[in-house]
């Protein structure tokens, strides 16, 4: 199989079950951005960063594709069968668990900080600006978007912050309050 189809050269792309939109289609938009999310967080799992982790960071990038998969199939042909391409309330609970986890590992916050720090966390601050905008590119798509999918990239981008500010607690980073 080749890596370039040239069915893409008029702008045009195709969903799960061969329906053709624009590449400048929300949901297209909405995907391209999950797909950008996932590779900033294959940036930061580049950089030394601690096994716990770098163990739950793969575990998004795996719930990312899921994500990816439902937001390009909006007629549903994905098989429920395909597990993996399925998220659910446990993997918002799972990310929940993390942040609770990540979060009593550092101070509690007394004021908004500055993204930067080491290269791990701000990488992971890019990162969870980005899931912010994952958060609203799909919050707008019409017809609405899985209430799961919402709640988990909302969560995501909770867990992305603790664990920007637990990579910089553990370099010894101070953060600096605005």
């Known amino acids: 199989m080749k890596l370039y189809t040239r069915t893409g050269d008029a702008g045009e792309t195709s969903l799960f079950g061969k329906t053709r939109v624009s590449k400048a289609d929300p949901l297209v938009e909405a995907y391209g951005d999950v797909d950008e999310l996932n590779a900033w967080l294959g940036f930061v799992r580049a950089a030394a960063l ?13 719930d990312l594709f899921a ?14 069968r395909v597990a993996k391409a399925f998220l659910s309330d446990a993997d918002v609970s799972r990310l929940e668990q993390w942040i609770d986890r990540f979060d009593a590992e550092v101070p509690p ?17 890019v990162a969870r600006t980005v899931c912010r905008r994952v958060e609203r590119r799909m919050v707008g798509l019409t017809p609405p978007t899985d209430a799961v999918l919402i709640r988990y990239i909302n969560r995501l981008s909770d867990l992305l912050f603790v664990m920007a500010r637990v990579a910089n607690h553990r370099a010894s980073l101070p953060e600096t309050a605005w």
């Open 109 to 125: 916050l007394s004021r908004f900080i500055l993204a930067g720090g080491a290269p791990p966390g701000a990488a992971l601050h």
């Open 50 to 62: 601690d096994a716990d982790l770098d163990e739950a960071l793969t575990h998004i990038q795996k």
């Open 67 to 80: 994500v990816g998969s439902q937001l390009a199939d909006p007629a549903d042909r994905l098989s429920p």
